[in-house]
């Protein structure tokens, strides 16, 4: 059994920083993309950053210059730094894993984390 932990969110004024965090718990030998998406309410999923096992990052064009998305294979770690935040970043924040290894036969796709708020107002 893996989760997905996450910690950070809040409520932050316009144009200040945020760090969310995820760990993943349980048997896990190597972990394939991490990724943030979020939802804000109402609307849709989205990818905000996704990051492979070797450290390339993409991004969203909304986070582009302003979230920096960085992983710890030794801590099977997330993290989202997200700065400049404006109102329109008010979402649920919610880290994935596309695949991991959990032992040498076993693999265990589509991990999801419970999700965090972040709400940016003044």
């Known amino acids: 059994q893996v989760q997905l932990v996450e910690s950070g969110g809040g409520l932050v004024q316009p144009g200040g920083s945020l760090r969310l965090s995820c760990t993943a718990s349980g048997t896990i030998l190597s972990i394939d993309n991490m990724a943030w998406y979020r939802q804000p309410a109402g609307k849709e999923r989205e990818l905000v950053a996704s990051v492979s096992k070797a450290g390339n990052a993409n991004y969203a064009d909304s986070a582009k210059g302003r979230f920096t998305i960085s992983r710890d294979n030794a801590q099977s770690a997330v993290t989202l730094q997200m700065n400049s935040l404006k109102p329109e970043d008010t979402a649920v924040y919610y880290c994935?894993?596309?695949?991991?290894?959990?032992?040498?036969?076993?693999?265990?796709?589509?991990?999801w984390g419970q999700g965090t708020q972040v709400t940016v107002s003044s």
């Open positions: 994935h894993i596309d695949r991991l290894r959990s032992d040498t036969n076993n693999y265990i796709a589509n991990v």
